[in-house]
């Protein structure tokens, strides 16, 4: 889903070729970081319509090393 494109001179000597690089990786930087936002949201949403969706079957949660007892889903890992 997420690919760069991002040419890099071979030289790197010239200035105006490697300011133009720079200027090339931080707008693909600050672009791929909206789309992680984005995705961020798009996750959580997915999460919560799964967990919506789901007839939760509670076990007890045994990888817990709190001292509270806590239950978790065995079909969304929801715990409770
Ligand atoms: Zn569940």
Do not use: G
Request: one cysteine or more; a positive charge; charged letters at 40%.
């Amino acid at each position: 889903m997420i690919l760069i494109f991002i040419f890099k001179p071979a030289l790197m000597a010239d200035f105006a070729e490697a300011k133009e690089y720079y200027e090339q990786v931080t707008k693909t930087y600050w672009q791929r970081y909206r789309e992680l936002q984005e995705l961020e949201r798009a996750m959580a949403k997915a999460r919560t319509e799964m967990e919506t969706a789901c007839k939760h079957d509670w076990v007890r949660d045994w990888e817990d090393r709190d001292e509270r007892s806590r239950w978790i889903c065995r079909h969304c890992n929801k715990s409770r």
